[in-house]
């Protein structure tokens, strides 16, 4: 059996790690006044938060053509592999998995099996890096998919937000009602309910007081949680909070690796410039 793993752009994977891995990643398109780019091909990430500020609509993402996704699985198959899984954001945020379910069954020669990630962003590569892992080392489809299963039940994550005009535009945002009144006098925190869709989570006044709840919110997680712990904190184009957010936590749990990183162009579409984010998940090379 020859296993091949497919994400898509918003697992925000280095390059190193999809080499090393040989994941195949899907490019997702992001619009800026009517101009579609890729993401991470078209366009990085610096671009695309230097061109949001200047944009004159809101920007919005779409999905690639379902006959390039046909064409990527052929190909994969005349490469030799039997069986694919592909790993993508959660179909609450995006239409794409649906997409490709229609997929399965269909791709001569090869065992195609389309896995919904419930979220997007770093936790969702890591599903990708442990399914590579797994393929590389002859595991079966079941057994990678029991694993991912479990990983992906262990994923927990609160946003910190400036603005919700776009998660609100753009319908993703499942409880707006009673939150967009007050959109500049609130730093909003959002989470995945148990249905995988974004919600608002509770109001706060300012950006330090969301932190600092969100961080009584990881406290009281971790003292329910039997397994270790992997941690990171995602910013949209502002490093330098991340770090100093980073550098704050692993003070008050030096148990926990915390570690950092981002929201690329088709997720900083929805969540805005300046966002941050705390996720978390069971350390996948301890459990």
Same mark, same amino acid.
């Given at each position: !059996? ?8 918003? *697992? ?73 899984? *592909? ?29 919904? *990630? ?5 936790? !969702? ?8 892992? !797994?393929a590389k080392d002859g595991a079966d489809v079941d057994s990678i998919i029991k694993r991912l299963d479990y990983v992906r039940s262990t994923f927990e994550e609160y946003f910190v937000v400036d603005d ?9 945002? *499942? ?26 989570f509770e109001k706060v006044r300012s950006r330090k007081k969301a932190i600092a709840r969100v961080e009584t919110l990881f406290d009281e997680a971790l003292k329910k949680t039997d397994y270790p712990i ?58």
């Amino acid at each position: !059996m020859k296993t091949a793993i497919v994400t898509d752009s918003t *697992s925000y994977l280095t390059e190193k790690e999809i080499e090393d891995n040989h994941i195949t990643i899907v490019p997702m398109p992001v619009i800026i006044d009517g101009k579609i780019y890729k993401e991470g091909v078209d366009i990085t990430t610096e671009e695309f938060y230097d061109r949001l500020r200047t944009s004159q609509s809101f920007p919005s993402t779409s999905q690639p053509p379902l006959g390039e996704m046909i064409e990527l699985y052929e190909n994969l198959a005349k490469e030799g592999y039997d069986t694919i899984i *592909s790993i993508h954001l959660a179909s609450t945020i995006s239409g794409f998995v649906s997409s490709l379910k229609g997929l399965e069954g269909t791709i001569e020669g090869v065992n195609l099996v389309v896995y919904d *990630s419930q979220l997007t962003i770093r936790l !969702m590569g890591i599903l990708a890096l442990e399914a590579a892992r !797994m393929a590389k080392d002859g595991a079966d489809v079941d057994s990678i998919i029991k694993r991912l299963d479990y990983v992906r039940s262990t994923f927990e994550e609160y946003f910190v937000v400036d603005d919700l005009q776009n998660l609100v535009r753009g319908g993703r945002l *499942s409880n707006a009602s009673g939150f967009v009144g007050s959109l500049l006098k609130i730093k909003p925190i959002l989470t995945f309910n148990d249905a995988h869709e974004i919600v608002a989570f509770e109001k706060v006044r300012s950006r330090k007081k969301a932190i600092a709840r969100v961080e009584t919110l990881f406290d009281e997680a971790l003292k329910k949680t039997d397994y270790p712990i992997r941690a990171y904190v995602v910013h949209g184009n502002d490093e330098k909070s991340a770090i100093k957010w980073r550098d704050s936590l692993a003070e008050k749990y030096p148990g926990i690796p915390f570690e950092i990183t981002y929201f690329g162009p088709v997720i900083g579409t929805h969540l805005g410039e300046k966002a941050l984010a705390l996720i978390w998940m069971v350390d996948y090379t301890k459990a």
